[in-house]
């Protein structure tokens, strides 16, 4: 059995810190990003015709469909040679992180928009309410509430992707503790605290989206 | 924006590609094989009367739900083999990591499902004089089992993308393949969306036939 030896990572506290602040960012900036885009990409497709409809589709279908290291990839190798400049790797690995959120979170909001019984329009309908107050007002109020509780656990995977931003170089929290691990030769006790950390953030946010889906669907039902 | 695609590079590839992709496979089945079946067990554990082994299973699933599968990965093959003193091959550090992260989503796909079996089920079972282990096994469980086939291919899915991973320790999977090759032949472009290609290749069949089997289900369920 080997002897571990946690007390040498709480002086890495700082570095950690900065590492999980920068995985932080990534996810922020992303979130915006993709939350937008998402939501465009769902009324496209729920609302959008046939031709904008079909563009959704396959956005979604090959931002859904290829794992994240490879767009990371893609994205951090192939975007200089199309545009001839550095775009940074920042701004190369949040596109990669925002284009796969807002694929999966378009899908959260049109299952969404789906889930919107038909008798409403039925009832629009009937009241003579017009296609923008239709949408704007009736359907879209409803399936943003509703979709909050998956969005939630879209942010969750987000946050968990985002420790492969690690893998072009850039200095997140898995990063720093691989860093760490390979310059102090001690894997385990870094590696399970940087998982630690990851756990502690994320944890609780599932908590909340189980929280806030039990109280939504009580608001929901009456 | 003219960059002329060189096709020759794609077509020198390709043999490379293929090997990686099978590698990238196999991992995917190993660790199915692994998650299907500790899955349900963890499952039936996360239901269980008893306190301690439900805490224990939902600690498991919550732990492996709630971290990076990179770092899953990392961590099985750095800390592994100075645990238990073994070596084993960045691939099997690779289907045990994936298999076990696979076991936790799996784990709560199956529980989910048992949920759905209806209670009147089990009453009837009673009334009809079926002892637990005949009613858990033969009444409840293919119910759920049928309920759960949409949700484990999409966590099959998932767990082929995640496979994309262990390029990072190694394992001569699709990416790694790709990340060498684009390297040596300063190509990325045409490589590493041959490389997306091949992912999508397989990942979208297979998410068409989620959909048609959630139609199925869904159909099922109400009836």
């Not at chain 1, 959260?108 to 949408?135: H, M, N, W, Y």
């Not at chain 2, 045990?96 to 499902?113: D, V």
């Not at chain 2, 999409?154 to 390029?167: C, E, P, Y």
Request: proline residues 4%.
């Amino acid at each position: 059995m080997v002897d571990l030896n946690f007390s040498f990572v709480l002086g890495y506290t700082n570095v950690l810190l900065a590492g999980l602040l920068t995985s932080i960012q990534f996810v922020s900036v992303a979130i915006v990003l993709g939350l937008s885009l998402g939501f465009v990409l769902s009324l496209m497709r729920s609302f959008g015709g046939t031709i904008l409809g079909m563009i959704a589709t396959v956005f979604v279908e090959v931002f859904r469909g290829t794992p994240v290291l490879v767009l990371l990839f893609w994205f951090f190798f192939c975007l200089p040679v199309f545009f001839g400049t550095d775009l940074g790797g920042f701004a190369s690995a949040v596109l990669a992180l925002s284009l796969y959120f807002a694929a999966i979170t378009s899908e959260t909001f049109r299952s969404s928009l789906k889930s919107i019984e038909p008798a409403q329009l039925d009832a629009c309908v009937a009241l003579g309410l017009g296609a923008g107050t239709r949408i704007f007002r009736v359907i879209l109020p409803q399936a943003v509430l509703r979709a909050i509780p998956n969005l939630s656990s879209n942010v969750v995977s987000l946050f968990k992707e985002s420790a492969l931003v690690s893998a072009v170089g850039l200095a997140d929290l898995m990063y720093v503790g691989q860093n760490i691990a390979n310059k102090e030769a001690r894997p385990i006790e870094i590696l399970t605290v940087v998982a630690l950390i990851y756990f502690a953030c994320a944890f609780p946010l599932t908590r909340i989206a189980a929280v806030i889906e039990k109280k939504l669907l009580k608001v929901i039902k009456v | 924006m003219n960059y002329d695609f060189s096709w020759i590079i794609v077509e020198r590839a390709l043999p490379k590609l293929f090997d990686g992709l099978l590698v990238s496979l196999q991992l995917t089945v190993w660790a199915n094989v692994i998650g299907l079946t500790a899955g349900f067990l963890l499952a039936l554990c996360a239901i269980s009367r008893f306190r301690v082994v439900r805490w224990l299973a939902v600690a498991y699933i919550e732990v492996f739900r709630c971290t990076p599968a990179l770092i899953q990965i990392v961590w099985f093959y750095f800390c592994v083999p100075m645990i238990f003193g073994v070596w084993w091959s960045g691939f099997l550090m690779g289907v045990l990591a994936l298999g076990m992260n696979l076991t936790a989503f799996n784990a709560e796909a199956y529980r989910a499902a048992i949920q759905t079996v209806p209670s009147s089920h089990l009453d009837a079972s009673v009334a009809l004089g079926l002892g637990p282990v005949v009613s858990t096994l033969l009444v409840v469980l293919p119910q759920a089992l049928i309920i759960a086939i949409p949700v484990l291919m999409t966590n099959a899915i998932g767990i082929f993308q995640q496979s994309a991973l262990v390029a990072l320790i190694s394992v001569e999977d699709l990416v790694y393949q790709g990340r060498i090759l684009a390297g040596e032949t300063y190509r990325p472009i045409e490589i590493l969306s041959t490389v997306a290609v091949f992912y999508l290749a397989i990942s979208i069949p297979m998410s068409q036939l989620v959909g048609f089997f959630e139609s199925r289900v869904a159909r099922m369920l109400g009836r």
